[in-house]
C-alpha cells in the first residue's frame, strides 16, 4: 500500500457526479444530483458526522482495490482463505438507443459472490445536506429513504435485494450469491432488481471500453496516460461542457492550516489546459461542450470575463463556512462557494484565446460556431489592449495586493499572438498588422521588467527578485524557445531555489497565509517538462518516475504532496496534476 495515511480513494462518476470509495469500501464523499450539490456521504470532511456507506468484515480479511481494466468501476476484493468476494462500484453511465446518454445521479453496488461463505456488514449511514440537520432513516416497501427537514429538506432513497431491517441495523450478513445496492437521489419508477441492475452494470462497463479503445495507445506510460485520462472524463459536467478543478471541497494543502478551498468549479485556466490535453488524445467532443460553455457564458460583447463559473455558469459563487463540520482531519474551516470568483487575473484572457486557437485550427468543420467565436476574439484583444499595464491578484490568486505578475502578463501577450494566428485563419490576416504592434510591445515589456539580472530569470513578478514556478509556461506557450539561454538560466534558477526533496514550491514568498509547506502537484510537473524541453530528457524521466510513485494506490494525484512524507494533499483528484501528467507522459513517446 503506497502513501499511508493519505487520500487512498477511488473516484467513480458518470459526468454528472462523482463518489469518492476509500481502499476499505467505504463512501466517504458523495454529491447527489451533481458535483457541486450538498453531500449526501461526507466522512472526508468530517470523520464523526460527515456519514458514510461500508462494508465490514472482521479484520482477518485482506481487502484489495483495484479498477475494472480500462474502465471507471472500482473493485474492492474481500479475502478470508477460500471466503471471497467483491465489491464493483461505478456510477450508471451509457448511450442509450436514441443517442443521448443515460447517466442517472445514483450509484450502484454489486456485491459478487467469489467463493467460500464470506460474512460482511453494511454500514450504511448517510448523512444530507452536509450533515447540517439530523437524517432519518426509514423503511418502505420498495426501499429504504432517508430524509433531511431541518433547514433544508432532502431525500435519498436505498435500493436492495438485501433485508431493509438487516442493513438499517448492520446486521452481518452471509454472502452465498451476487447481490446489489443502488443509492439514488430520485424515487426509481421501475423498481432495481439484481438483473437489470447487472445489465447497468455491463452497460457502463462497454461505454469505458469504448472510451479507452478511441484513446491512442502508447508505448510508454499507457496505462497512466489512460487513467489520467478517465479521470479528466469524469470531472466534466456533460449537461454545459464546464470542466472541474475537483471532485471536492476544503481538503486542505496542509493539514492543520486554513487553505481549504471548494473546487467544484470550473476555473477557465484548469479546463482549458485539461481539454487542449484530452482533445490530443482524440476525444473531440468535449473540447467542443466546453467551446459551447464558453459562448453561452459571454452573450454580450462588453461582459468581463470571470476567473471560474460554477458548473451550470453561474457566475456568483459566495463563499460560505460550515461551522458545524471538523474538516479533513480537523483542518477547518469547511468552506463550500468561493471568493475567488470575483478576482481580477489578467492571465484568463490568453488562456481562453489559446483554447478557441485550438478549437478553429483543428476542428475546420465546425465554421459554423466562427462568427461568435470572432465575436469574443475581437472582445477579448480590446480587454487585453486596455488592461495588460495593470495589476492583478496572479494565477495563485494572492488575495490582498494586486501586483504585476509575469504570468499574467506573458498570457496577455499570448491573448494577442492566437488572435493575431485565428485572424490568419478564418479572416486572411486583416487584423494581424494592427495587433502585432500590440503583441511585440507585451513581449517587449515583459522581456525588460520580468528579467532579474541578479537572479538570473525571469521572476515572479516586476522588478521582483521572487522566482516562480508559473514562469516555467514561457517555453509552453511559446513566448520563449526551449534553448533560449535566458528560459535555460530561468530553469536553473528555479531548480536551485525552489526544488526541495524532489518536489518543487510554487514560489516561496509568504503569501497572505504565510509561507507554503507544500508542494503544488501540477509544479514539479511543469519543471520536469520544462527539464526535457532545455534538453536533459534523461533527468526529466528520473523525476517523471519518481513523481510518479507518489501516486495513492490507484495512480491517482490530488492537489498537492508534502515535501517530506510525500502525503497526498489538497482537493482530489486534481484535473491540473492530471492533465500535466499526460502532458508529461507524451515527452517520452515518439
Known amino acids: 500500500m503506497k502513501n499511508k495515511n ?22 466517504d464523499w458523495c454529491c447527489l444530483p451533481q458535483f457541486d450539490s450538498p453531500s449526501v456521504f461526507g466522512k472526508i470532511i468530517d470523520e464523526k458526522i460527515g456519514g458514510s456507506f461500508k462494508i465490514e468484515c472482521d ?3 485482506q481487502i484489495k482495490q483495484s479498477y475494472i481494466e480500462n474502465t471507471n468501476i472500482l473493485c474492492t476484493r474481500f479475502s478470508k482463505g477460500e471466503n471471497i468476494f467483491e465489491l464493483h462500484d461505478f456510477m450508471p453511465r451509457y448511450q442509450k438507443e436514441d443517442g443521448l446518454y443515460y447517466a442517472p445521479p445514483e450509484l450502484t453496488r454489486v456485491f459478487k459472490h467469489i467463493s467460500g461463505s464470506p460474512k460482511l456488514k453494511i454500514i450504511y449511514d448517510p448523512r444530507l445536506e452536509y450533515a447540517i440537520g439530523e437524517t432519518n432513516n426509514y423503511i418502505k416497501e420498495d426501499f429504504i429513504v432517508s430524509v433531511v427537514d431541518d433547514k433544508h429538506y432532502d431525500t435519498l432513497f436505498l435500493y436492495t435485494d438485501f433485508d431493509k431491517e438487516s442493513v438499517l441495523s448492520s446486521k452481518e450478513f452471509t454472502l452465498e450469491k451476487d447481490q446489489f445496492t443502488t443509492v439514488s437521489y430520485n424515487e426509481k419508477i421501475n423498481v432495481p432488481t439484481l438483473e437489470n441492475t447487472l445489465l447497468e452494470y455491463e452497460r457502463t462497463k462497454v461505454y469505458w471500453l469504448n472510451w479507452c479503445h478511441k484513446t491512442p495507445t502508447f508505448k510508454n506510460y499507457n496505462q497512466e496516460i489512460l487513467r489520467s485520462a478517465m479521470t479528466l472524463k469524469q470531472l466534466t459536467f456533460e449537461k454545459t461542457g464546464a470542466v472541474l478543478a475537483a471532485a471536492t471541497t476544503s481538503l486542505p494543502e496542509t493539514v492543520g492550516e486554513v487553505r481549504n478551498w471548494d473546487y467544484r468549479f470550473c476555473w477557465i485556466r484548469d479546463a482549458s489546459m485539461v481539454i487542449k490535453v484530452i482533445a490530443k488524445l482524440g476525444h473531440t467532443q468535449i473540447v467542443k461542450n466546453f467551446i459551447r460553455y464558453i459562448i453561452d457564458l459571454i452573450p454580450d460583447k462588453n461582459e468581463k470575463l470571470q476567473i471560474m463559473y460554477g458548473i451550470n455558469g453561474e457566475k456568483i459563487l459566495t463563499e460560505e463556512i460550515l461551522d458545524h463540520l471538523d474538516g479533513y482531519q480537523g483542518s477547518r474551516p469547511v468552506r463550500i462557494g468561493n471568493a475567488a470568483f470575483s478576482q481580477k487575473q489578467n492571465d484568463i484572457y490568453g488562456i481562453l484565446m489559446d483554447v478557441i486557437h485550438y478549437q478553429i485550427e483543428n476542428y475546420k468543420e465546425d465554421d459554423d460556431k466562427h462568427e461568435e467565436l ?16 495593470s495589476a492583478d491578484k496572479g494565477i495563485w490568486e494572492f488575495r490582498q495586493e494586486d501586483r504585476h505578475f509575469t504570468f499574467s502578463k506573458l498570457l496577455c501577450w499570448v491573448a494577442v499572438d492566437r488572435a493575431i494566428k485565428i485572424s490568419n485563419l478564418i479572416q486572411g490576416g486583416k487584423s494581424v498588422q494592427k495587433w502585432s504592434t500590440l503583441r511585440d510591445e507585451i513581449r517587449e ?26 514562469v516555467l509556461l514561457m517555453e509552453y506557450y511559446g513566448f520563449i524557445e526551449g534553448k533560449d539561454p535566458k528560459y535555460i538560466k530561468t530553469v536553473k534558477a528555479i531548480e536551485k531555489d525552489l526544488m526541495h526533496d524532489g518536489l518543487l514550491f510554487r514560489y516561496k514568498n509568504e503569501d497572505d497565509f504565510g509561507l507554503p509547506s507544500s508542494s503544488f502537484t501540477v509544479c514539479t510537473f511543469w519543471f520536469i517538462n520544462s527539464l526535457f524541453q532545455i534538453g536533459e530528457r534523461e533527468k526529466s524521466k528520473q523525476l517523471f518516475d519518481e513523481l510518479l510513485s507518489y501516486s495513492n494506490h490507484l495512480g491517482l494525484f490530488s492537489e498537492d504532496l508534502d515535501f ?27
Open 6 to 27: 493519505s487520500l487512498n480513494l477511488g473516484i467513480i462518476g458518470n459526468c454528472k457526479s462523482a463518489a469518492l470509495i476509500n481502499e476499505d469500501s467505504s463512501i
Open 59 to 61: 479484520p482477518s480479511y
Open 374 to 389: 470572432w465575436t469574443i476574439v475581437k472582445s477579448v484583444v480590446y480587454v487585453v489592449r486596455n488592461n495588460w499595464r
Open 445 to 470: 515589456d515583459i522581456m525588460v521588467n520580468a528579467w532579474n539580472e541578479k537572479k538570473q530569470a525571469f521572476t515572479q513578478s516586476y522588478q521582483s527578485e521572487h522566482l516562480d514556478a508559473s
Open 564 to 590: 517530506k512524507t510525500k502525503e497526498l494533499l489538497g482537493n482530489f483528484p486534481q484535473a491540473y496534476s492530471h492533465l500535466a501528467l499526460i502532458d508529461n507522459a507524451l515527452n517520452f513517446n515518439p
